[in-house]
């Protein structure tokens, strides 16, 4: 087998491997060594006037393609990838598909090239196959492809905390796969890696990154009995937080029983 079959595989089949911090990649096959996600960048305010060109060649700064009020997912890519970069978008839009949340209305996707090399017109081909792939309301409004320079490419992948490298012998760049959870100021709220993602981890991350901008009366009440395990790549049930709201509803349901009670005693007592 060899080092970049090796390779593919341990990004394939290992959870950690997608998210491993970069000065920890030892470990990891040649190509893959300086190569991952940096995970202490949770909470990191991203620069929003940095410069990008979507799809359509129109030029802005990162917040013109965000939504104002609402959150984004990032996605790092590049659109020649053959092999990976497919796999997340693949990923992505398949969830999107099942998301009871409108892309262009409760979020959007900006997509973001790590070769700065790539131009609109490739990114405006790529979106049009996934246009044409998937049936996702929105997504011509809700989904952006950017491009921008090798300065500013460098600057947002820093702050990203992703690494990747040009593999000469392979002639593609090595690199780890995400969503990344930004609020609507920008701020990294929340990192999942992978390329296939459950709808449940998705729209709880999208409404806590949203900050009650979106999302249910039951999201917000999700939210409260399940945390993000990065370990599983989903959120899970935090028990302690379950057992106080399972000790507020027992309160509650024992109000609403020991108040009438209380009143007919105290009504007894007036009337004796």
Sequence with gaps: MTKSLSALLILLFSTTAWAIDPADSALLPEEMQDVGIDQSVLGTQLGVDTQFVDEEDTVGKLSDFMLKDRPTIMSVVYYNC???CSLHMNGAATVFEELKLTAGKDFNWVL?????SETPDLALKKKISYLDKYSVKGAEEGWKFLTTSPENTEKITEELGFSYKWDEKTKQ????????????????SQIIPGV?????TVRLALVQAAKGSIGTVVDQLLLICFQFDPT???FTLYAFNLMR???VFMVLVLGLILIPVWKKEKNRGVNS
């Design 196 to 200: 296939g993602f459950e709808e449940r």
């Design 245 to 247: 709201v399972a000790g």
């Design 173 to 188: 760049f090595a690199h780890s796969a995400a969503f990344y959870m930004l609020t609507p100021e920008g701020v990294i």
């Design 112 to 116: 973001i090239t790590m070769d700065a």
């Design 232 to 234: 599983k790549n989903k």
């Design 82 to 84: 053959p092999g990976l």
